[in-house]
C-alpha cells in the first residue's frame, strides 16, 4: 500500500517537474529584434570606419522628434529609431557631437518619399583611382554622404522587419512617450545592440596583432576582403583535339569586363543598377557572341569576359587580376611560359578593354562612352558601336573616367586601350548608387515570366534596353574579330526573355530558371548579397554567375550524362552537365567550357613585406566580431537600479560577516577537538 | 606556519631565507617576509636573533617598495602609451585587448 502511495506521488512530481513552465530569467527579461542588419567596421592602410550599447527607444518620425530628445532627454543614453528618410550625413553628424545617443535604428522609408540614398563617396575609391579623374566641381556621386567611410562611434543597425519595428514602437508608446520630464523616475522600454567589433585603428595594426607570436591568447582580428574574379572566354585557349591539344600562345584579346560586387551601408545589398545591369548586359553579350559564332574557327583575335569583384573596396579584383598577369599567374597559377596546357596571358595581349558599367538609369535611351585617352583603337571601336546603336543614343565622353575597372589598368599604362559604356555622362543618373534602395523598381524592372507565360516584353521595358546594349556590343566585337558585319540574324525576343529571366534571378529569385538550367540544386529562399564580404568565404552569386556564364560561352560536347565529368579529360576545359536552354530545361548536355575564377584578394596581402603606406593596392579588411543583433528589455528607473543594487551589496556583506564567523566558531570546534585528542594521547 | 611554536634561530633562519630568495626577482616573497615577521621585529619583547630579523623585515620592505613603484610607473607609462607606440607596443605585449585601439 505504502508503496503504490510512494510510486503515486513519485509520478505526480515528475508530472510537476516537466510540465512546469520552465523559461530562463534571461528570456523573460529581453526579446530579441529580428531581420536587424548591423554593420561592421572596415579598416584600410589609415583609418577604420563604422561601429554595444545600450539606450531607451525614442521613435522620431520627424526631425522635430529627434531634436526633441537631442535637446530635452532626461534618462540618456537614447537609441532613436529613425527613418532612413532622416538618416543623412548631418543628422549622424548631429548625434555624433550630443552624446545622449548611443545608437542608432533605421527603419525603411517609402523608396517615393526620398530624393537619392547613397553612403559612397562623392568620387568613389579616391585613393586608387586615376589622378584628376574626379573633377571637385562635378563629382561622380553627387548625392554621397560619404557616410560608409566615417568612423561613427556608435552602432547603428537597419531593420528591415516592419513587424519588428511596431513591436519596437508600440513598446515606445506604452513605456516611454509621455511626461518627458520624469522619465527618469520610470521604467523604460530600451534596446541592447550587439555589434563590438574586434579590430581597431588601422588595417597594418590589426594585422600585425593578427600574426603576433608573443601573443598568449591569439585571436584574428581582421579579415581581407575578397572573393573570386570570374573569367571565360569565347574561343577556347587551345587547338587540337580530344586530349591532344597545344596552346594558343599569340592571341590578342578583347576583354569585356564587368564588376561584381556592391555595398551598401548594412549587411543587406541589393545592387539593381551597379553591379546587376552591367553584369547581365555581359552575360547577354556573352550569349550573342556565343550565337554567332558558334560555328566559326577562332582568328588571331579572341574574346576575353572578365568579372571582378571587390571594386568597390579600391578596386581589388581588377588590382589583382593586372597583378597576377603581370607575375604570369593568369589563367593559372604556377604555370610555366613554355607548358603546354594553357598559354600565359598578360596585360600587352590585351588589344581592347570594354568595360560595363550602370546601365539601367539611362535618360531616353541615352548612353555614353567614356575614355581616357584617345587612340585609333577606341575610336575605331566607337565607330562600330555607332553602327549598332540599335534604339540607343551613343555619345563619346573623352578624357572622362567615371570609377571603373580600368583605372587599375590605366593606373599601370595610361596608355590602355579601354572605355568604359555607361549611362551617366558628367555623374551618375542612379541617386541610389551602392544602397539598399537600388532595387528592381529603381531600374523599372518588371518580371514577365515571359518564358511560361508567352507574353512579349514590351518596348522600352529595361529587359530590352539590356538586349540593345548587348547586341551593339556582341555586333562591334564581332566586326573586330572578323572585320567583317554580322549578316546573320538574332532572335532578339528570346533574348529579351532571357534578359528577364537573368534579371529575376539577380534581383528577386536565386532559384531562378537559369540558376536550376546551370547546376540542378535548389536553395533556400535567402536574397543573394553581393557585398564582397571577406576572403576566406565565398559568395553564392559568384559561383552561379561563374556557372552562367560558362553555360552561356561553353561548347556542346555531346549529350549530358555521366561521362561528360567523370571520363579524365583536357586540363584546358571544365565540363559540366547542364539544361539546353530555359526553354528545353529537361534536355541535359555536356557543355566544354573555357571558363575559371581567379583570387580576388588585394596584392598587398600576397606581396611579402608590403609597404601599407604606399597607396598602390587596396588595403581593406573588415573587422571580427562576436555577435551582431539586437534585444528589447524594459530598464528600471534610476531609482529602481540603485534600490537593487543596494540590497545587492547589503545581502553579499551580510553573507561575507556570517561566513567569517561560522567559519571562526568551526575552527574552535576544531581545535578544541584536536587539542582534546592530543591531551588524550599524551595521558595515555 | 605558526611562528609562535618556532624557536628563535628558525625564526631569524626563515626570515633570512625570505630575504635572500627576494633578489630573484620575487619582489612578493619580500612584501609576505615584511608583513609576516612584522610583529616578530617590533611588537614582541626582545630577543637575542630580534635585531637580524628587523634588519631583514626593513630591508624587504624597502625592497618590495621600491618594486612596487617601478611596477606602477611602468604599468601606468606603458597603459597610457601603447596605442601611441604601435608595434613595439604590440611586440612586448602578451595579450592584446579587442576592441581597443
Not at chain 1, 576583354?255 to 551597379?274: C, P, Q, Y
Not at chain 1, 539590356?466 to 555586333?475: G, W
Request: charged fraction near 20%; include cysteine; glycine fraction near 6%.
Amino acid at each position: 500500500m505504502a508503496k503504490i502511495f510512494h510510486f503515486q506521488a513519485l509520478v505526480v512530481l515528475f508530472y510537476l517537474f516537466t510540465f512546469g513552465y520552465g523559461q530562463r530569467t534571461k528570456d523573460k527579461m529581453y526579446e530579441k529584434i529580428h531581420g536587424a542588419n548591423g554593420c561592421y567596421r572596415r579598416l584600410n592602410a589609415t583609418h577604420q570606419i563604422g561601429g554595444g550599447s545600450t539606450g531607451v527607444v525614442h521613435y522620431c518620425e520627424t526631425q522635430g522628434d529627434l531634436n526633441y530628445i537631442l535637446k530635452n532627454g532626461t534618462a540618456p543614453p537614447y537609441i532613436p529609431v529613425i527613418s532612413t528618410k532622416l538618416f543623412t550625413a548631418e543628422t549622424v553628424e548631429q548625434i555624433k557631437g550630443n552624446g545622449k545617443v548611443s545608437g542608432l535604428i533605421v527603419y525603411l522609408e517609402d523608396k517615393e518619399k526620398l530624393d537619392s540614398f547613397t553612403h559612397e563617396n562623392q568620387c568613389p575609391n579616391p585613393l586608387t583611382s586615376v589622378k584628376d579623374t574626379c573633377a571637385k566641381s562635378s563629382v561622380w556621386n553627387p548625392h554621397g554622404t560619404g557616410l560608409l567611410y566615417a568612423d561613427i562611434p556608435f552602432p547603428i543597425f537597419y531593420v528591415e522587419n516592419q513587424v519588428e519595428i511596431v513591436k519596437i514602437k508600440d513598446c515606445f508608446t506604452k513605456f516611454n512617450n509621455f511626461s518627458y520630464d520624469s522619465q527618469d523616475d520610470r521604467s523604460l522600454c530600451s534596446l541592447e545592440l550587439k555589434s563590438f567589433m574586434y579590430a581597431t585603428t588601422n588595417t597594418p595594426t590589426c594585422r600585425r596583432r593578427s600574426d603576433l607570436v608573443t601573443n598568449l591568447n591569439p585571436v584574428k582580428f581582421c579579415d581581407p576582403l575578397g572573393d573570386s574574379n570570374v573569367w571565360a572566354t569565347l574561343f577556347p585557349l587551345v587547338r587540337g583535339k580530344g586530349n591532344e591539344t597545344v596552346p594558343i600562345r599569340d592571341f590578342k584579346y578583347i576583354v569585356i569586363a564587368a564588376r561584381l560586387d556592391t555595398t551598401s551601408m548594412f549587411e543587406k545589398t541589393e545592387g539593381a543598377n551597379n553591379p546587376i545591369t552591367g553584369l547581365v548586359t555581359l552575360l547577354m553579350t556573352a550569349k550573342l557572341l556565343k550565337d554567332m559564332t558558334r560555328q566559326d574557327e577562332s582568328g588571331e583575335k579572341n574574346v576575353l569576359f572578365m568579372l571582378f569583384n571587390g571594386e568597390t573596396y579600391d578596386y581589388i579584383g581588377s588590382q589583382r587580376m593586372l597583378y597576377d598577369m603581370q607575375q604570369g599567374d593568369f589563367p593559372v597559377k604556377g604555370l610555366k611560359n613554355d607548358n603546354n596546357i594553357l598559354p600565359v596571358i598578360r596585360p600587352d595581349d590585351i588589344s581592347l578593354f570594354v568595360e560595363l558599367s550602370q546601365l539601367g538609369n539611362s535618360q531616353g535611351g541615352n548612353l555614353y562612352v567614356h575614355y581616357y585617352k584617345n587612340s585609333a583603337e577606341i575610336t575605331r571601336f566607337y565607330e562600330k558601336l555607332v553602327q549598332n546603336q540599335g534604339a540607343a543614343t551613343l555619345r563619346n565622353i573623352s578624357q572622362s573616367l567615371p570609377p571603373a575597372s580600368v583605372h587599375s589598368f590605366l593606373r599601370n599604362n595610361s596608355d590602355f586601350p579601354g572605355l568604359i559604356i555607361a549611362d551617366h555622362e558628367k555623374s551618375y543618373t542612379n541617386p541610389f548608387y551602392n544602397s539598399i534602395y537600388d532595387n528592381a523598381s529603381n531600374i523599372a524592372f518588371i518580371y514577365y515570366n515571359a518564358t511560361e507565360n508567352n507574353v512579349s516584353i514590351p518596348i522600352g521595358s529595361i529587359q530590352q534596353f539590356v538586349v540593345n546594349v548587348s547586341e551593339m556590343v556582341a555586333k562591334s566585337v564581332y566586326q573586330e574579330l572578323r572585320n567583317v558585319t554580322y549578316t546573320g540574324t538574332l532572335d532578339l525576343q528570346e533574348s529579351a526573355s532571357l534578359a528577364d529571366e537573368l534579371l529575376h534571378c539577380y534581383l528577386e529569385d536565386l532559384n531562378c530558371k537559369v540558376h536550376m538550367a546551370t547546376q540542378k540544386s535548389r536553395f533556400p529562399k535567402a536574397p543573394d548579397n553581393f557585398y564582397v564580404g571577406v576572403e576566406h568565404v565565398s559568395k553564392f552569386v559568384t559561383t552561379l554567375t561563374a556557372l552562367t556564364l560558362g553555360w552561356f560561352t561553353g561548347d556542346i560536347e555531346g549529350k549530358g550524362d555521366i561521362d561528360c565529368t567523370n571520363v579524365p579529360k583536357n586540363y584546358a576545359f571544365h565540363y559540366y552537365n547542364m539544361s539546353k536552354s530555359i526553354t528545353d530545361m529537361n534536355v541535359t548536355l555536356c557543355y566544354k567550357i573555357t571558363m575559371n575564377t581567379t583570387e580576388a584578394v588585394s596584392p598587398a596581402f600576397v606581396i611579402p613585406g608590403y609597404d601599407w603606406s604606399s597607396g598602390q593596392y587596396s588595403t581593406w579588411t573588415e573587422s571580427t566580431w562576436a555577435e551582431l543583433g539586437i534585444r528589447i528589455f524594459l530598464k528600471p528607473s534610476a531609482a529602481h537600479e540603485k534600490m537593487t543594487i543596494a540590497i545587492g551589496s547589503m545581502t553579499m556583506i551580510f553573507f561575507f560577516r556570517f561566513r567569517v564567523l561560522c567559519k571562526i566558531e568551526v575552527s574552535y570546534t576544531v581545535y578544541a577537538a584536536v587539542t582534546h585528542r592530543s591531551t588524550h594521547r599524551l595521558l595515555t | 606556519m605558526d611562528l609562535s611554536k618556532v624557536p628563535n634561530e628558525k625564526k631569524l633562519y626563515l626570515c633570512r631565507w625570505y630575504f635572500r630568495v627576494g633578489f630573484a626577482l620575487l619582489p612578493f616573497v619580500w612584501t609576505v617576509n615584511a608583513i609576516w615577521f612584522f610583529n616578530e621585529a617590533f611588537r614582541k619583547p626582545e630577543y637575542e636573533e630580534q635585531k637580524n630579523i628587523k634588519k631583514y623585515v626593513i630591508m624587504s620592505a624597502i625592497g618590495s617598495s621600491i618594486w612596487f613603484v617601478l611596477l606602477a610607473t611602468w604599468i601606468t607609462t606603458f597603459q597610457l602609451n601603447r596605442a601611441s607606440w604601435g608595434e613595439f607596443a604590440d611586440h612586448i605585449s602578451f595579450i592584446i585587448p579587442v576592441g581597443t585601439p
